[in-house]
């Protein structure tokens, strides 16, 4: 069975309503983005802000609404007590009626906030998949940097030994050359 509001909890005593919501469900452990490197925790700061921003207007906007759909409720309520005076019946049932409709409609407007908020996340996440992948590239590009940068003083070495190498060929060249000129001379 699907919800469509919060559950709340209320109280009836001598025309005094009480209102008091549901306990608010156990903190969980920390998600697992906050286990990631630290790029992917600025990334998850920055989706956890707007969930907040989401969280905090649906705070300051709910008990609004909570405070007319119980001002509603309290007048109907009063109204079934003075059913002998019919005349006043009517005015006061067109005003309750005004104000659940007004209600109703903030209710959407609120729903509508929140459907767009939640697209925003899921775009968010969209986002933050693409960037992980990035930053895995990254990584794997930057290890086979490193790499071949332990490689360049070997590859020196190995340069300089063949400069070394071909000074000596160059050498022993010369000296073959000597030879031949002067066996040619005798």
Known sequence: MERKGPDAHFAVERQNVSLWPQEPPPKSDLPLALRKPLSLRE???????????????????????????????????????????????????EKDRGRV?????????????????????????TSLEVADAHIHMLIKTWEEV????????????????????????????????NVNMMLQGQ
């Open 43 to 93: 990334a998850f700061i920055c989706l956890s802000l707007v969930l907040v921003t989401s969280i905090v207007l649906q705070a300051v906007f709910y008990p609004r609404l909570m405070v007319k759909i119980l001002d509603v409720e309290s007048d109907a309520q009063m109204l079934r007590g003075r059913v002998e005076n019919i005349s006043t019946l009517g005015s006061v049932l």
């Open 101 to 125: 409709e007004e209600a109703e409609g903030q209710m959407q407007i609120l729903n509508k906030s929140l459907a767009r908020v939640l697209s925003q996340i899921l775009s968010l996440e």
């Open 146 to 177: 490193e790499y071949l940068n332990a490689k360049i003083p070997e590859l020196q070495r190995d340069l300089d030994k063949a400069s070394t190498l071909n000074a000596q060929v160059q050498r022993l060249q010369t000296s073959l050359e």
